[in-house]
């Protein structure tokens, strides 16, 4: 079956933009969770969806939202973009709310903000 | 913040030699995943091990889990090349469907 799609896989913007990044997850799974990924910081968790709504949320400014349709697709939104924003942003599906359960991820979408 | 911290930051080894990567995390765990990454590319799961197991093996990887540590080791017998990637173990401490990633340990196999 076909595995975690996320699009675009690169993307330039400049400062102050925003951006909308969607992540299509593995057919039948529900859960749907974020990371953003940089040099300094490493793995950090941004939000995870179940079932349209959001389950738990990471450390970051209200500027990143996201949300998660009927389908399980998600989508992540960055407004009022900065520098620091600059990284790559992975999206993981998993079939849903059960300890223990594998996560698989996407290729990712680098994001560069100039 | 990172839960977990992988030790070493980085590792080269030749070959055929075995690597060994270690894993220390904070909080009590219900399970603690391994995955692989290339070179700034999506995640690739591993293996997982649950607290109430201490060691699981998956091909040429060896995982075990000592809760009383709060330590995980990663070993890959008889390295490749195609080994060469970066490590990071991930923790979840239950409740939804949260994983936390340590920072990782970067394998470079030498042909």
């Known amino acids: 079956k076909a595995g975690v799609t996320q699009t675009p896989r690169y993307l330039i913007k400049t400062r102050g933009q925003q951006v909308t990044l969607s992540c299509s997850p593995i057919?039948?799974?529900?859960?749907v969770s974020w990371y953003q990924q940089t040099p300094g910081q490493g793995l950090q968790f941004l939000f995870e969806y179940f079932s349209e709504t959001q389950r738990n949320k990471g450390n970051f400014p209200g500027r990143f939202s996201g949300r998660q349709f009927s389908n399980s697709r998600s989508e992540m939104n960055v407004s009022t973009l900065e520098l620091g924003d600059s990284a790559l942003y992975l999206c993981?599906?998993?079939?849903?709310?059960?300890?223990?359960?594998?996560?698989?991820f996407g290729q990712g979408t680098r994001l560069t903000v100039v | 913040s990172q839960q977990g911290e992988e030790d070493p930051q980085a590792l080269s080894i030749q070959e055929g030699e075995n690597a060994t990567m270690n894993c220390s995390y904070k909080t009590s765990i219900n399970n603690l995943q391994w995955y692989r990454q290339n070179s700034g590319r999506g995640l690739v799961h591993l293996i997982l091990?649950?607290?109430?197991?201490r060691e699981k093996h998956s091909g040429r990887l060896r995982v075990t889990l000592d809760t009383s540590k709060k330590s995980s080791s990663l070993l890959i017998t008889a390295s490749r090349a195609a080994d060469t990637a970066s490590y990071f173990c991930?923790?979840?401490?239950?409740?939804?469907?949260?994983?936390?990633f340590g920072t990782g340990t970067k394998l470079q196999v030498i042909p």
């Open positions: 991930a923790t979840d401490s239950g409740g939804y469907q949260k994983v936390t």
């Open positions: 091990i649950r607290s109430n197991e």
């Open positions: 057919s039948g799974h529900r859960s």
């Open positions: 993981a599906s998993s079939l849903g709310h059960s300890l223990g359960t594998e996560a698989f």
